[in-house]
Nanobody, 124 residues
């Protein structure tokens, strides 16, 4: 069972930056997908960015050009650099892992290992 733990959330003002980290362990397959998701109060969980073990990446339209996902293949760490943050980015952010598919996918149902989340709050 893959185990993931997020860190790095916090409170910033509009236009600020944050970097989220995800420590991961327990991988038994060299092929996998990892991603960042978020959930705001009263809303469904949505995919933000994902990558696979071959470094193919995908971003949600709402964050493309502002967020960057990256990965350290040596220890499975996952990162999300978030720039130009906006109030609508406020949410609990989750790291998740799942099997590798043809392309990275942002549908939460395809991921089976989840962290507890880290809160990101952006004030105007």
């Amino acid at each position: 069972q893959v185990h993931v733990v997020e860190s790095g959330g916090g409170s910033v003002q509009t236009g600020g930056s944050l970097r989220l980290s995800c420590a991961a362990s327990g991988f038994t397959d060299s092929k996998y997908t990892m991603g960042w998701f978020r959930q705001a109060p009263g809303k469904e969980r949505e995919g933000v960015a994902a990558l696979d073990s071959d470094d193919y990446k995908i971003y949600a339209d709402s964050v493309r050009g502002r967020f960057t996902i990256s990965h350290d293949h040596t220890d499975y760490s996952l990162y999300l650099q978030m720039n130009d943050l906006r109030p609508e980015d406020t949410a609990m952010y989750y790291c998740a892992a799942g099997p590798r598919r043809t392309w990275p996918d942002l549908r939460p149902v395809l991921y089976d290992s989840w962290g507890q989340g880290t809160q990101v709050t952006v004030s105007s």
